[in-house]
């Protein structure tokens, strides 16, 4: 048997799709499909099939798959429920190699739809294709900049996201993309007619353009084999599981949505902690969540420093309590040397560290960041973003920026490049925060540029730091 | 005594301002709290005190306040901690009416500043002018167009921020306000040398442009004194606390940060429940619940009904729940009658209520939606924004908007308007969450118009009801 890598990559690395149900109808799936590709720089061949066209979106038609006379590595098939099977066919004589059956009307609907699912999937098995769906939205793929579930294509980036809910799960990955973050995979499974989460985390922990797998999922199809794969894959990858269906109401609905059945919340969170993977209680939380992981050093405890001025530092404080990290106090030795570093007039150095209000540059900030990550007792460091005097003084509408501005600014671009450099040479994880909205930020770059993440509020950071040492805590139980 | 009212008008509502030690360098606090007024469009006179220059950001500067001809409402006050008893003097004999003292080196420092702001404060009190501070970065008052805080006027709205973090509260603001609240008023009270916790609350309680009040705290000077208020004024206004210092690290940083003593967590929980004060766990949920405090009417229950599609109505049921709120299922003539205004093809009606991707209009959903209302055993209800068919035309890229498209728009139109009429009629609260990260939305407009919130996340509506149906436990509690 091929490798999950071998079967699946035609379907996320195609050299060629056909969309079998192409249309020129803004609101029919097969007109997105066609037009979501050719407009966010999908660089294969692309082969609109619709028998009843000459031409689709500009392109010439194909009345079938058949008639292609180029090699089809993935078919997108968005005819209607009833004429898959026959469309399964065809592209089985055609020698195409993965498919995404983006049409709804199986499983979904009944027992009645339900057989028809398990024919399509008996064709697909029979002939040796592998295909996503039934009734999905299709995928992302930044290998291949081939996208059939957004209009726009998101930011390329180290996390992979297999979502159940299509609609739901595209919403998150938008407002993921708004917030910064960037996307390797996106995948809308579906029914999981074929192919089930336990396949694309499978997939995913092999393909290298993915440092952290995150799943919505409301139930799951093979839920034995998905954690047993799951025990192999975290020993080297982090996966982030959010679980609808937690309470009543949520299972019943979920029930209706995708007929998933779900064992108790207490038991999954067991397994869960059991085989290390990181469960998240809010959708959202797991991009943010992910950030960390995807690039910053594991932690060896759960030991948190912080920089952070008045209430920030107060707010940090509390959400790494509440999640159960400590924040212990400075000795003696940390605080003479933090007292090297810090204006006299600062108060006396605690955890958080915390300037208030005393004038300093970056460079100061990031030396006082450096110190604490060297410490033996300090696990990780949670710090402000160096202040960005550009973007303050184009807050401040100051026209022509004050040479004294000038150098506070080359001062806080410093600063960012020594922190940019901290996590490397400690082998500690380093989170930032941002202060001020402005758009475009140098300082925000270099960070992010460097694998730091910055996050808008205190609880984002702590929330990212516990991630971190979740999964440093599930990585040394293996060890 | 005059009333909080009249003692604090002159502060919220100067006719004239005058900033003491007013400078030209842009990196003073001199700088912005007269540029900042000057940008944001304050009407009122502006007069800078200065004695070593002659003018000030293009304004002739006075040497003292003395010199200032005019009357002055309010006194800003940013010169060194050691000279504000002498200008607090002269504010006096000059007749000022309030004050906003910046300057920090005061109780923060230890005793020395301690002694030196309670002399601040006796000579105020003898003189008979209140202030805000000292050790604060001013404030925003929607009704004078005022900002000494913030360099782009916050949009005005209905909720009033009173913060003990300065830098910290103002970046909630602006992160508050990028998500499309307003805020009537944005108070940085700083060491609350004079004017206190309980004094806003009594003042905003009286104020007409304030709905809501919120408050970031990490310690109330007089503690009893402000429940003893709310308790009163949460029988018209709802009041929001984000309480700072919840663990010993976080109470430790507080103590250094503001010098603040707290009781223990739970003992403050307990006060907040009886006394009816929404307290929230995350800085930035406050002003997410505000904004359906602000405007909707209060449940007389808490059995919410939802209208979502697929995982994004699962997460919903499963948030409420997790609140404590609950989801009813639909009784046997909801259910008939649900089934008249859905197509025929749509799932059986449930609670979520789900099309299941069945096509339909915005006015469909809509008459969904007061199905749901209309029922004895339902007492708010969470929507799907309607759909925005231009919003969406615009992301496929569609140059010139097909016919039925402008149509479907229309409808969507329609539905937002039918939707904004509802929570009226049914006096019940009608909570919306939108999909697609659109700028512009004309929907948005109608809705948020019409005081309708619109959420990004199943987390945040659900949080919304849940403080709804907080506040109006409270308030029944009092009847």
Known sequence: MKSMTAQLNPIFKPESIAVIGASNKAM?????????????????????????????QNLPAYKSILDVTGPVDLAVITVPAKQVAVVMKECIEKGVKGAIVISAGFAELGPEGKALEEEVVAIAREGGIRFVGPNCMGIWSAASTLSLAFETAPRPGPVAFVSQSGTFGGVLSEIACTKGYGLSKFISIGNQGDLCAADYLEYLAEDDDTKVILFYIEGFKEDTRFFDIAKDIVKKKPIVVYKAGRSMPGIKAMQSHTASISGSD??????????????????????????????????????????????????????????????????????????????????????????????????????????????????????????????????????????????????????????????????????????????????????????????????????????????????????
């Open 28 to 56: 029919k799936w097969g007109f997105r499909m066609l037009d979501f590709p050719l407009r966010t720089g999908y660089r294969g061949a692309i082969y609109p099939v619709n028998p009843n066209e000459e031409r689709v």
């Open 266 to 479: 207490e038991i999954f969170d067991a397994v869960c902690r059991q085989v290390g993977v990181i469960r998240t209680r809010e959708t959202l939380h797991s991009f943010d969540v992910a950030e960390a992981l995807a690039h910053q050093p594991l932690p060896r405890g759960k030991r948190v420093a912080i920089l952070g001025s008045g209430g920030q530092g107060v707010v940090t404080a509390d959400a790494c309590s509440a999640l159960g990290l400590e924040v212990p106090e400075l000795d003696a030795d940390t605080v003479r040397s933090l007292q090297e570093s810090m204006p006299s007039y600062a108060p006396i150095p605690r955890n958080p560290v915390d300037f208030a209000g005393s004038p300093r540059t970056s460079m100061e900030e990031a030396a006082v960041v450096e110190t604490l990550l060297s410490r033996d007792y300090i696990d990780g460091v949670i710090s402000n973003a160096p202040f960005n005097a550009a973007a303050m003084s184009a807050m401040l509408g100051i026209i022509g920026m004050p040479k004294h501005l000038v150098d506070v600014t080359k001062l806080a671009i410093q600063g960012a490049e020594y922190l940019a450099s901290l996590p490397e040479i400690y082998k500690k994880p380093l989170i930032t925060i941002r202060f001020h909205r402005y758009e475009h930020d140098i300082i925000l770059d270099i960070l992010r540029g460097a694998g730091i993440p910055v996050y808008d509020t205190p609880e984002e950071c702590a929330r990212a730091m516990h991630a971190l040492v979740q999964y440093a805590e599930a990585k040394q139980k293996y060890e």
